[in-house]
């Protein structure tokens, strides 16, 4: 008499992947997951990202700026000045 049917290494191997910990949020809160790295502001738009997720980046003046997007990276590119520095925040803030 045959035993019960075996499992198939890919099912077991799809078993074993759900119940590894994801690195996202989980949860919705940011710092939720374990390898989830700090945001960082895009200076054209404001819009929180994280740093390897960048769309792009770039060097001023010694510090790095990231990008959600090639649009913003163009943006800061054509006149960094108006989006760098301390000054930008007190200039937009309301």
């Known amino acids: 008499m045959p035993g019960p049917p075996r499992k198939r290494t890919a099912d077991l191997a799809g078993l074993v992947e759900a119940e590894r910990p994801r690195p996202h949020h989980d ?6 997951g374990k390898e989830v790295s700090a945001l960082v502001k895009d200076p054209v738009c404001g819009m929180e990202i994280e740093p390897k997720a960048a769309a792009g980046k770039v060097e001023y003046q010694g510090q790095t700026y990231y990008f959600c997007s090639a649009a913003c990276k163009k943006s800061f590119e054509n006149g960094p000045h108006k ?7 007190a200039q937009h803030s309301h």
Do not use: E, I, K, N
């Open 27 to 32: 949860d919705g809160r940011v710092g939720a």
């Open 83 to 89: 989006y760098a520095g301390p000054s930008h925040d």
